[in-house]
């Protein structure tokens, strides 16, 4: 897709806007992004974007659910969860584990997972990329099986073989 504004050069740069249920959407490549006002217009509607904002629309949606979390607090630093929602920040390693079932929901959906996997360096992860791949192809066959989808299971398990000799191979076993 080109560029909105230059019509020359590939749009990376996607904006979507929801106003009052009207929806407008803009593409533009690198350079017209830095040059428009459109994008600072965007982003800056008076409200500071923030994990707390995000936050706040997520527990939101939850509905309801606001008067329990103020009564739960950490026993190590006495935090509660209101206070949680109100400064974005949680107060001791403690409160991850007193909050864990109000506050796994939301960042598995923020984050699209709560297991941090971080980035592996190619030069010496080769092993480590293939072993999280194998998780996460045991996952999908679980899933498949569960759809009753076994074409699909089919071939994920002889994916998931090819990778286990693979890494077998890098072993010399």
């Keep these: 897709m080109l560029c909105q504004r230059c019509n020359q050069k590939d749009a990376n740069v996607h904006i979507t806007k929801v106003i009052n ?6 593409h533009l490549c690198d350079e017209c992004a830095k040059q428009s006002e459109d994008i600072n217009m965007s982003f800056n509607l008076g409200m500071p974007m923030s994990f707390q904002n ?13 008067k329990t979390y103020e009564e739960e607090v950490c026993p190590v630093c006495k935090m509660t969860f209101n206070d949680f929602r109100n400064k974005g920040r949680l107060g001791c390693s403690s409160c991850y ?44 066959l679980k899933i498949a099986i569960n759809k009753e989808e076994y074409e699909k299971a089919a071939k994920i398990r002889d994916e998931i073989r090819k990778l286990e000799s693979q890494l077998e191979g890098e072993r010399g076993e």
């Design 54 to 66: 995000i936050l706040d629309g997520f527990v939101e949606m939850l509905g309801g659910v606001q």
């Design 21 to 26: 249920g009207v929806k407008t959407e803009l």
């Design 97 to 140: 584990t007193s909050f864990a079932t109000k506050i796994t929901p939301i960042i598995k959906r923020i984050h699209g997972n709560i297991e941090h996997t971080g980035k592996v360096p190619k030069r010496t992860g080769g092993e480590f990329k293939v072993k999280r791949d194998i998780q996460r192809l045991k996952e999908d």
